[in-house]
């Protein structure tokens, strides 16, 4: 992989020449865009930036001192500058990119960007189709908690830890490792993690083959002293893992491996599970946040902080601590007797798993999911199992698909108007509300006191969550809010 620029004596993990010099991101706003400038401008790095349109993660960056423009025309590339980092979403015909290399400025992706600076450390990069972003934030609130200060990276908001990114002076450097567009290949990790291998991405991928080779490159890619964590009981990961030079230790729960869990048994409000090592009692640990794959999530964290040094009641006390990551099972608020959480999930799997959780955290209360597809080509080719996702739920509102990196054919191809009827053909009593500004008042005039209401897609359906708490709190004039 190319260095971003010549590297000295680096302690913080950003290199000593690129300190005190102007870095420019293209889409700066993004989750991991913006979770690296903010490890830059901690490393002393002058941070500017674009993007297009407006966003509470522009606002805190620009209160951190980066500058940032919506306008994406060049103008704002300098001729000092010494590197342009672009997003992944970023085309090479993009005017940034084009002014950047006409006046022979470095650019890189930012998946580069994020390896160059993991080979600084001790990398452990995090891959899987879901599952990632919860067992990176996990792994680094352990090592944290150990006291083992490490830098990261992370695919969402995590309030203990002060964000997303973070720059450490430990020895390691924790990161999400994204599968789309082969990004995670720039990584050469010390320590990696494959939660799981499904179906995804297919607007770059050709097939499960293609994705499950890719996979198989990045577990090549770990040291061959380092290890590889995976799990257990999944048979493209099986796949992706025949070729690993490095030591390899498998997760399940309440199957053979190396790391077994006990299934959760959800006890005030927490999930709790015994965990055992080759056989042998390891301990008793346990999880506010609910469900079973957040226990394989904790599982393998556990395996990466056990392998690094860290202690059995280290990872007890950060376990029992861990709030969980913004949009994962989020319990915004309850007001009325009804409880509004936000989820980011938008994979058949995802969402299937997170309704269970939400059944069995919330027993015997009415579920509804307001569910905003994410992208007209992954619509189009999981419609079917998409459709069938939602079975735990007992009300179901389908609202516009959220458009991402779609072409006019992707849009036209499906609506959420078929995902309604083959919803609807499988059982479960769906409704469809176009706009998601309807969304919130229409659910509202539905609700029961006792009910759940769950908000979930990878866009932006989080605004029908808070504004579905306004609603109730105006409703309850608020009454009966914790």
């Not at 999930?345 to 009415?366: C, D, Y």
Request: contains cysteine.
């Amino acid at each position: 992989m190319p260095e971003l620029i010549s590297s000295d004596n680096v302690i913080t993990g950003v290199p000593d020449s690129l300190k005190g010099r102007k870095v420019y991101l293209v889409g700066i706003g993004g989750t991991g865009m913006s979770a690296l400038a903010k490890m830059l401008i901690e490393g002393g790095c002058s941070i500017s930036g674009s993007d297009v349109q407006l966003t509470p993660v522009i606002f805190a960056l620009e209160g951190m001192g980066a500058n940032i423009t919506l306008k994406q025309d060049g103008s704002w590339i300098r001729p000092d500058t010494a590197l342009v980092v672009a997003s992944s979403a970023i085309g090479s015909d993009n005017k940034e990119l084009i002014t950047a290399r006409n006046r022979g400025i470095k650019v890189v992706k930012y998946s580069q960007a994020l390896g160059t600076l993991m080979k600084e450390k001790l990398g452990i990069a995090v891959s899987g189709t879901h599952g990632k972003t919860t067992t990176t934030a996990i792994i680094t609130t352990i090592m944290k908690c150990a006291g083992l200060d490490p830098s990261f990276v992370i695919g969402g908001e995590v309030a203990d830890l002060g964000g997303g990114s973070g720059l450490g002076g430990g020895e390691y450097f924790v990161a999400e490792a994204c599968e789309y567009d082969r990004s995670f290949l720039n990584l050469s990790p010390h320590v990696g993690v494959i939660t799981n291998i499904e179906e995804d991405h297919f607007d770059y991928y050709r097939d499960m083959d293609e994705l499950v080779e890719a996979f198989g490159e990045f577990a090549s890619k770990v040291s061959g002293d380092g290890l590889l964590v995976v799990s257990g009981d999944d048979a493209n990961v099986r796949r992706a893992v025949e070729h690993a030079s490095s030591r390899v230790e498998t997760c399940c729960i309440d199957s053979p491996a190396h790391w077994t869990a006990s299934p959760p048994v959800i006890q005030d409000e927490e999930s709790k599970f015994q965990v055992f090592h080759w056989g042998r009692r390891f301990g008793d640990f346990s999880l506010k946040i609910p469900g079973r794959y957040n226990v394989m999530n904790a599982l393998a964290a556990i395996a990466v902080c056990h392998h690094a040094g860290v202690s059995k009641d280290a990872i007890r006390e950060a376990l029992s601590n861990f709030a969980g990551v913004k949009r994962r099972f989020q319990v915004l608020s309850t007001i009325g007797y009804v409880t509004v959480v936000d989820d980011y999930g938008h994979h058949p799997t995802e969402i299937s798993v997170t309704l269970q959780a939400a059944k069995e955290f919330f027993p015997g209360r009415r579920l509804w999911c307001a569910f905003q597809p994410h992208q007209h080509s992954r619509t189009r080719t999981m419609l079917k199992s998409l459709a069938r996702a939602f079975q735990k739920a007992d009300r179901i509102v389908f609202t516009d698909i959220y458009p991402a990196r779609d072409n006019l054919k992707d849009i036209r191809s499906v609506s959420s108007m078929d995902l309604l009827l083959e919803a609807r053909g499988a059982g479960t009593k769906a409704l469809y509300v176009p706009a998601l500004d309807n969304v919130a008042k229409e659910i509202s005039s539905r609700l029961h006191p006792g009910d759940v209401v769950m908000t979930m897609g990878a866009g932006n359906v989080w605004q029908v969550g808070v504004e579905l708490v306004s609603i109730l709190k105006d409703k309850y004039n608020g009454k009966g809010i914790n």
